[in-house]
T-cell receptor, first 112, second 113 residues
């Protein structure tokens, strides 16, 4: 069964600290994986996309990694800011026009 | 550009009532989607459309209907609302299937009592 699982479910860190969010997927065939950030009361916004051949990609303080062999991706946030408080969602397409599998997300809270 | 605009932002319905959730995009995107997001769950696809006049069911279409008379608009109709339809609804769009990134609206929080 195609699945996307994220961990941890929630995370609390102090401002300025780093953190890493995990995404494990069992989707096959695999083409790409995308990380979204969802602020409270808002729709998700794309942070980055990882294709099959990519291992690491950075977008400012966000760095995503992909290991297609172990079917794992991580999102590393450096020097966290209060504005990083949000849910982070991992999404993998599962073939077909509409078959995108959304993870349940990691809810991150950054404290001052 | 406004992106994807959803209205209303909040709504409370009584069991059995009907309503239409509005979604409009001004990016000339061909693909449009309706998702629902329940607490602790990943987004689930309700309906999608690949262009004006073309719609199809997603994972959880029961109790909903859609239409796509124009490229810009993709309204979601709830007939005979039930408590199980209490959720946050998101409309999304993208240019075509080669462009994987969605643009999401800000959501409609619906409560059925």
């Amino acid at each position: 069964k195609n699945q996307v699982e994220q961990s941890p479910q929630s995370l609390i860190i102090l401002e300025g600290k780093n953190c890493t969010l995990q995404c494990n997927y069992t989707v096959s065939p695999f083409s790409n994986l995308r990380w979204y950030k969802q602020d409270t009361g808002r729709g998700p916004v794309s942070l980055t996309i990882m294709t099959f051949s990519e291992n690491t990609k950075s977008n400012g303080r966000y760095t995503a990694t992909l290991d297609a062999d172990t079917k794992q991706s991580s999102l590393h946030i450096t020097a966290s800011q209060l504005s990083d408080s949000a849910s982070y969602i991992c999404v993998v397409p599962s073939g077909g026009t509409y078959k995108y599998i959304f993870g349940t997300g990691t809810r991150l809270k950054v404290l001052a | 550009n406004a992106g994807v605009t959803q209205t209303p932002k909040f709504r409370i319905l009584k069991i059995g009532q009907s309503m239409t959730l509005q979604c409009a995009q001004d990016m000339n995107h061909n693909y449009m989607y309706w998702y629902r997001q329940d607490p602790g769950m990943g987004l689930k696809l309700i309906y999608y459309s690949v262009g004006a006049g073309i719609t199809d069911k997603g994972e959880v279409p029961n109790g909903y209907n859609v239409s796509r008379s124009t490229t810009e608009d993709f309204p979601l109709r709830l007939e005979l609302a039930a408590p199980s339809q209490t959720s946050v609804y998101f409309c999304a769009s993208r240019l075509d299937r080669t462009k994987d990134g969605y643009t999401f609206g800000s959501g409609t929080r619906l409560t059925v009592v």
